[in-house]
């Protein structure tokens, strides 16, 4: 039991969802596309995979201008992650 209750401070816990992962050569990643609860401990994983998607597409020769569809399919994994 806490000796001071009022002391601590309680907010309730947000996520972020964007509709589009991509503007031109814009790609969001990480929080900034899917800030997870902190208590899943997933969002740092999360950030990795984002920053290899493009890389292995621009590795493979991709179009630089053209990844942003290929990268928004990413979504359902950041989906399932959340639930």
Do not use: C, K
């Amino acid at each position: 039991m806490l000796s001071q209750p009022g002391s601590t401070y309680h907010s309730p816990l947000e996520e972020v969802r964007i509709p589009s992962w991509n503007r031109s050569r814009v790609l969001p990643a990480g929080d900034a596309a899917h800030a997870t609860a902190p208590v899943g401990a997933q969002a740092a994983a999360l950030a990795l995979e984002d920053a290899q998607v493009p890389a292995v597409f621009l590795s493979r020769g991709a179009d630089r201008n053209r990844i942003g569809p290929d990268y928004e399919r990413r979504q359902p994994r950041a989906a399932h992650v959340r639930r």
